[in-house]
Each structure stands twice: as structure tokens, then as C-alpha cells.
């Protein structure tokens, strides 16, 4: 039975103190202490939008737990921290990265992502910018400055994707140079290609009247992994064909440190994504 009510808004909202004390530690605290919330049988909450928090209810109420959308983690997440229900808060984080990884860029737009770094800021979910400032790095200088602006994101995270921007377009300049150097040596695109490729320990392969390169190995070693990643990189930006397995060993590698590795860093969001699938799921 109900022993305390709620006032959100226009909203009464009959609820138990056991089990809003065993989900946050501010309700906990809110009704032990020898303040008024102790013992009164009705506490407004001001401030608070009705539906946003009957959601944030219904996460942890028996009997009435609902799914967290891409939807409702942006409305719960603020919740979730200030009464401090930190399962819910990284259940939301986890459902916003979900909606990033899973959306194409071409329907996502800069704003919506400077939302979720906002977001991110705000409540300190390092992984969310982490992915934000990756997936922003992307967009053209004139979106990415206008949505910036307009969500009022943090100097050091401006700088941040600013830097990492510079830093793919260094490599695709160098590779591009690279590639145009190779190619007044070669005279053909695939005899350039070849050259690039052999030199990180590349190999190809014909395949439905194309040519794929994978990796192979040098001295009886495998290729460095460093060395996959920027053949990788090089594919992408070239539009050539290549073998999507990551190969390492894993008594000299692994994947955390591959994900910390610079030559990671800087590959373009969808590769960076096909490999965490691959490396993650594999």
C-alpha cells in the first residue's frame, strides 16, 4: 500500500517510501532524516515535468517497468543523477549509444549529437562524449560551428573535435599525397595501390573480378596491428576492397589496447564501428 504521494506538476502520484528508498539513495536519505519529508503524507516536487518522471518511476516500481528508449533516456538520464540511481543513469548513457551507433550520418544530424554531448557534459557520462566528439570530428566545419553554439558545448570538447577533425584530414592528405606519388611511378591505380599495400604487409587476392587485400604475415610474424589499422584507414579513403578481419594475437594484443592506440583513434567513425563489432562480438 501507498504510504506517501507525490505531487509532480498537476500530478498525484501514490507511491511506497521502501521502494523509492532501496532505488536512490536520495529518497533513502530524504525519508530517514528528521526532516519534514519524514513524516508527511503528500511531497511536491517542483519543477519537475509529470510524464518525464512517472517514466523514471516506472524504471525500477515493481510490476511496472517499462524499456528505456532513445526517447525517454534523454528525459530520464537527468533524473536518474539527481537522485542518483546509477544503473539507470549508464542504462540510459548505454541506450543513447546504442541510437548513435546504430544511425546512419546522413540521418542524424550535427545538432542532434551536440544535444547528446550536452547531455553527456552536464551529467558526466564520459562515454557519451567520448563517441560524440568522434561521430562530430565528421561533419563539416560550417554544421558542426552552428550546432555548437547552439547547445553551448564546453571549450575543451570544441577543441577536441577541432583537433581530431585537423588530424584525420592530416592523414587523408598524406595518404592522398602518398597515393598521387605511387601513381606517377605506376601509371595505373591498382599498380600504386599494390605498392602502398605491400609496405604494411598486405597481400591481395581476385574476387568477383575485383581485388581484395587482406592481411598476411612478414618473417612468419603477423602484421602489426598498427599497421592493419592504417591499411584499413587507406582502403577506406581509396574505395578498395578489404578483408574486415582484424587478426592479432591476443597474448601480445588486446582489445582494450587496440582501442587505446592512436592508429584507432583516428580511423573514420564507420570503420572504428565495424571493428568494435567485429572485435567485440567476435
Known amino acids: 500500500m501507498a504510504d506517501v504521494t507525490l505531487i509532480v506538476g498537476d500530478i498525484r502520484i501514490p507511491v511506497v517510501k521502501a521502494v523509492l528508498s532501496m532505488a536512490s539513495p536520495v ?11 519524514k513524516t508527511a503524507t503528500e511531497i511536491p516536487l517542483p519543477g519537475k515535468d509529470a510524464d518525464s518522471f512517472i517514466t523514471f518511476l516506472r524504471c525500477f516500481y515493481p510490476n511496472q517497468k517499462e524499456p528505456i ?10 533524473l ?16 543513447i549509444l546504442e541510437e548513435i551507433r546504430k544511425s546512419e550520418k546522413s540521418t542524424t544530424t550535427c545538432k542532434k549529437i551536440c544535444e547528446y554531448l550536452k547531455y553527456a557534459e552536464i551529467f558526466n557520462r564520459s562515454r557519451l562524449v567520448n563517441l560524440s566528439v568522434d561521430v562530430l570530428s565528421e561533419y563539416s566545419l560550417n554544421e558542426r560551428d552552428e550546432a555548437l553554439i547552439m547547445h553551448n558545448i564546453s571549450e575543451n570538447n ?14 587523408f592528405q598524406t595518404d ?19 605498392n602502398i599495400f605491400s609496405a604494411y604487409g598486405c ?18 610474424e603477423l ?28 597474448r ?8 587505446n592506440c592512436e592508429e584507432y583513434k583516428v580511423l573514420p567513425y564507420a570503420i572504428k564501428m565495424q571493428l568494435e563489432r567485429e572485435l567485440l562480438n567476435g
Not at 602484421?223 to 591476443?250: N, S, Y
Open 27 to 37: 529518497f533513502q536519505e530524504m525519508f530517514k532524516n528528521e526532516v519534514k519529508e
Open 69 to 78: 528508449t532513445a526517447k525517454s533516456a534523454l528525459s530520464t538520464l537527468p
Open 80 to 95: 536518474a543523477c539527481e537522485y542518483q540511481v546509477s544503473w539507470l543513469a549508464d542504462v540510459c548513457e548505454n541506450r
Open 158 to 171: 570544441k577543441w577536441n573535435i577541432t583537433r581530431l577533425a585537423c588530424r584525420k584530414l592530416e592523414l
Open 176 to 194: 592522398t599525397k602518398q597515393l598521387m606519388a605511387k601513381l606517377s611511378q605506376e601509371k595505373t591505380f591498382n599498380k600504386a595501390i599494390a
Open 203 to 220: 597481400r591481395s587476392s581476385s574476387y568477383d573480378n575485383s581485388i581484395t587485400w587482406e592481411h598476411t604475415y612478414i618473417n612468419n
Open 223 to 250: 602484421t602489426p596491428v598498427r599497421w592493419q589499422l592504417d591499411a584499413k584507414r587507406m582502403a577506406h579513403e581509396f574505395g578498395v576492397r578489404f578483408d574486415t578481419t582484424l587478426i592479432f594475437d591476443k
Open 252 to 259: 601480445k594484443c588486446t582489445i582494450p589496447e587496440i582501442f
